[in-house]
């Protein structure tokens, strides 16, 4: 048995209707593990609000691992004004927070021709009230310790997992 490289995987390539839009997320190492999950899900775009990243960080360069050279990014002061804009465009937005209307993440129902929005917040206060009050619905993981919250990319990871594992079904239809 080998360890394959990555020009030795039969990955097929392939892009999800997915837009990840961090709500003032600062930490350098969650932004290049973010910039990493977001090629290796194969979503659509990633959307910095509120504090732009710092593009010359090493520690954010280090955990990308180049990552951030190849996917598609901006940034936008307003979060709010964001979303609102995305839904007029057809997108359905998804806050990754424990909220008293939130519903586990295995229990997210999607359309085979949906648009997603997937909001991820800041690491110490989580997504913003004004974010969720907008959002279409909150989604949380499902969690069977002590503590109540997760690393910020370490949840994405688990939603973009789910999420794709869904779109995919319809692909293979």
């Known amino acids: 048995m080998d360890q ?3 020009t030795q ?6 892009e999800f209707p997915i837009i990840l839009l961090l709500d003032n997320i600062t930490g350098e190492a969650n932004l290049g593990s973010l910039f990493r999950l977001a090629d290796a899900f194969g979503i659509q775009k990633v959307i910095f609000c509120g504090s732009e ?8 360069k280090r955990t990308a691992r180049n990552t951030w050279k190849t996917v598609n990014f901006e940034f936008q002061e307003d979060s709010v004004e964001t979303i609102k804009k995305l839904h007029q465009e057809g997108y359905r937005s998804l806050a990754v927070e424990i909220t008293s209307e939130s519903i586990p993440l295995q229990n997210l129902n ?10 991820a917040g800041n690491e110490r206060h989580g997504v913003s009230d004004e974010v969720l009050e907008i959002c279409n619905q909150q989604l949380h993981i499902e969690m069977f310790g002590e503590n109540s919250s997760m690393n910020v ?21």
């Open 4 to 6: 394959l490289t990555h």
């Open 53 to 60: 990243p710092n593009l010359n960080s090493n520690r954010l």
């Open 9 to 14: 995987t039969t990955f097929q390539k392939k």
């Open 153 to 173: 990319a370490q949840s994405i990871g688990i939603a973009l997992y789910e999420i794709t594992k869904e779109m995919n079904k319809f692909h293979k239809k």
């Open 110 to 119: 999607l359309n085979k021709e949906e648009k997603l929005i997937l909001i």
